[in-house]
């Protein structure tokens, strides 16, 4: 099914594992949402409950996307091949995907996430994994295009964002710099050069929200 080859593509390039399945959380009617959240005009959105002494100290979370992105999705498969008719719809699943992975990774490690840092890693998931499946389905050639239609083509929506566009831009200012530094060593990669380039994936990942940025900060 998709959405577990889209967390199993994640997880591959990471190295992480978690003991669920994103479809245990997948949830495709707002009407089964709590309250709150069923007024969203989203195609998808994380749901997370915190922790209390009512769950048992556990984190709650739900994954909402819109049933008819998955339709679009099941007919246009990107796994199959990614093309300009159906990018949008996989990066707006594979973000899905993304954040259910990382919060659930992260909160299996006990370590706290911000909402900067769920954009911010989403964002760079996006690059990452897209370039993986276009080298795997057209080798020899390079997805130049991805950084601009990333960073360059692409537009908050207010009225998605909620007041919170500024952290929206500086998730995206950040995964720019940090993926314009990754595209040119993967313009180079070769042999052992590849290897430490997932190396460094790997590292990333597993930084701290602060380190994140101080990483991106340094290397830029």
Request: charged fraction near 30%; aromatic fraction near 8%; include cysteine.
């Amino acid at each position: 099914m998709l959405l577990t080859r889209l967390q199993d593509l994640i997880s591959g390039i990471y190295d992480v594992s978690i003991t669920h399945d994103v479809y245990d959380f997948l949830v495709t009617d707002r009407g089964h949402l709590p309250a709150v959240a069923r007024s969203g005009e989203s195609d998808e959105e994380l749901i997370v409950a915190q922790p209390t002494a009512e769950n048992g100290g556990e984190v709650g979370m739900s994954l909402y996307l819109d049933p008819e992105l998955l339709k679009r999705l099941s007919l246009a498969d990107p796994m199959v091949r990614l093309h300009d008719g159906n990018v949008a719809d996989y990066w707006t699943a594979l973000e899905g995907v993304s954040h259910f992975l990382y919060l659930a990774w992260n909160a299996g490690h006990d370590r706290p996430v911000s909402l900067l840092e769920l954009e911010m890693q989403a964002e760079v998931d996006k690059y990452v994994a897209s370039y993986w499946l276009m080298r795997e389905q057209l080798p020899g050639r390079f997805p130049a295009e991805l950084l601009s239609l990333l960073f360059e083509r692409t537009r908050i929506d207010s009225r998605l964002a909620r007041g919170r566009e500024a952290m929206y831009r500086d998730a995206s200012r950040y995964a720019e710099k940090f993926c314009r530094r990754l595209e040119q060593s993967l313009r180079g990669a070769r042999g052992e050069s590849g290897g430490a380039i997932l190396a460094e994936l790997r590292r990333f990942y597993r930084l701290t929200n602060a380190s994140k940025r101080a990483h991106i900060e340094r290397s830029a």
